[in-house]
T-cell receptor, first 115, second 113 residues
Framework: NAGVMQNPRHLVRRRGQEARLRCSPV?????VYWYRQLPEEGLKFMVY????????ESGMPKERFSAEFPKEGPSILRIQQVVRGDSAAYFC?????????????FGPGTRLTVT | GEDVEQSLFLSVREGDSSVINCTYT??????LYWYKQEPGAGLQLLTY?????DMKQDQRLTVLLNKKDKHLSLRIADTQTGDSAIYFC?????????????FGTGTLLAVQP
């Protein structure tokens, strides 16, 4: 009974490179969320996706960041031309849908370090 | 604004009760949650409470909700060293089709043996 899986767990990029973070939701879950945790801070919402659709991207920086959740395969959070301020832990969560208690189940996170 | 606030740090002795407090933003929030984060790990959902409830008990955990004051608390009975972690409260976002969670700043619970 696999939970939310994220890879890689740790990612090091030089300034200006691209970072791709992958998230496989709990089997059967069609809703995916990305959150960012800066050092010493709580989690901040970035984007909420359903299969092939972005539902809420109100927390996404306007430039360099994009997310997708294709019909097949994992959700991808892509950061272009990374800067030092992008260093953070990026968490993915999934839920079965907008019903019940709206619980979100979190993955272990990808810790991005920009050098 | 969307601010969920928590005290930053709590230290207790093993065997004592811990009470972690949280104030949230929107009185129309339907669900409120408590998550636990151990060092270097993701978030583990501990418990939740629906907004029409005042209290919920789940083994060693008791959640109290005061809607008038927008105050949420988590009580851990018989605190153990394994409870040492950061605890986050979260409210479900409001408005439109969003299902985002708005997290507090987190409370670091340190349990002394």
């Amino acid at each position: 009974n696999a939970g939310v899986m994220q890879n890689p767990r740790h990612l090091v990029r030089r300034r200006g490179q691209e970072a791709r973070l992958r998230c496989s939701p709990v089997k059967g879950h069609s809703h995916v969320y990305w959150y960012r945790q800066l050092p010493e801070e709580g989690l901040k919402f970035m984007v909420y996706l359903q299969k092939e659709n972005i539902i809420d991207e109100s927390g996404m920086p306007k430039e360099r960041f994009s997310a997708e959740f294709p019909k097949e395969g994992p959700s991808i959070l892509r950061i272009q031309q990374v800067v030092r301020g992008d260093s953070a832990a990026y968490f993915c969560a999934s839920s079965p849908g907008l019903a019940g208690t709206y619980e979100q189940y979190f993955g272990p996170g990808t810790r991005l370090t920009v050098t | 604004g969307e601010d969920v606030e928590q005290s930053l740090f709590l230290s207790v002795r093993e065997g004592d009760s811990s009470v972690i407090n949280c104030t949230y933003t929107d009185s129309s929030s339907t669900y409120l949650y408590w998550y636990k984060q151990e060092p270097g790990a993701g978030l583990q959902l501990l418990t939740y409470i629906f907004s029409n409830m005042d209290m919920k008990q789940d083994q060693r955990l008791t959640v109290l909700l005061n809607k008038k004051d927008k105050h949420l608390s988590l009580r851990i009975a018989d605190t153990q060293t394994g409870d040492s972690a950061i605890y986050f409260c979260a409210e479900r976002g409001y408005g439109g089709a969003t299902n985002k969670l708005i997290f507090g700043t987190g409370t670091l619970l340190a349990v002394q043996p």
